[in-house]
């Protein structure tokens, strides 16, 4: 059995492949990579948040989050305040400019990737989300290295 054959090695190389996609699809048209729209989903789920939050979420540490943030609110996307109670705690909110451009990149990822999943039919696509979606809940269980705080669906 050959490495397309396995699950983990074709859920990697699809992932991989489709984020290089989306990365430069949103480069080009928005001015941001998947990493920033990453953030500003996240954001948008839960708008005063704060960055290690959004790293745990995403999986990622807080340093990295921290670059991309500055980033971010750099091109007016964000806003960053130093929380009044904890003064080591930074709050992040997306602007309006960011909001708008939150939905325009999922405007774009839908487009970019509706061709390949129409290929798949609709009932393909709700198996496919549903076994992701198990997947999703049996890896990303709070006690796992990694794992997300945010419920399927969101």
């Not at 130093?82 to 939905?103: C, F, H, Y």
């Amino acid at each position: 059995m050959g490495p397309t054959n396995t699950i983990s090695y074709l859920i990697q190389h699809l992932a991989s492949v489709i984020s290089k996609d989306v990365d430069q699809a949103l480069q080009e048209q928005l001015g941001i990579g998947f990493s920033q729209y990453k953030i500003l989903m996240v954001l948008e789920w839960n708008p005063r948040v704060q960055q290690k939050s959004i790293a745990k979420s995403l999986g990622q540490t807080e340093a990295s989050i921290s670059r991309q943030i500055k980033l971010l609110e750099k091109k007016g996307l964000i806003s960053t305040k130093i929380d009044a109670n904890n003064k080591r705690v930074r709050i992040s909110t997306p602007t309006i400019l960011g909001m708008q451009i939150t939905e325009a990149a999922a405007s774009i990822l839908r487009r970019s990737l509706g061709p390949e999943f129409a290929k798949m039919g609709e009932d393909q696509q709700a198996q496919l989300i549903k076994g992701l979606q198990a997947l999703h809940a049996s890896v990303c269980r709070a006690s796992r290295k990694g794992s997300c705080d945010h419920p399927l669906g969101v």
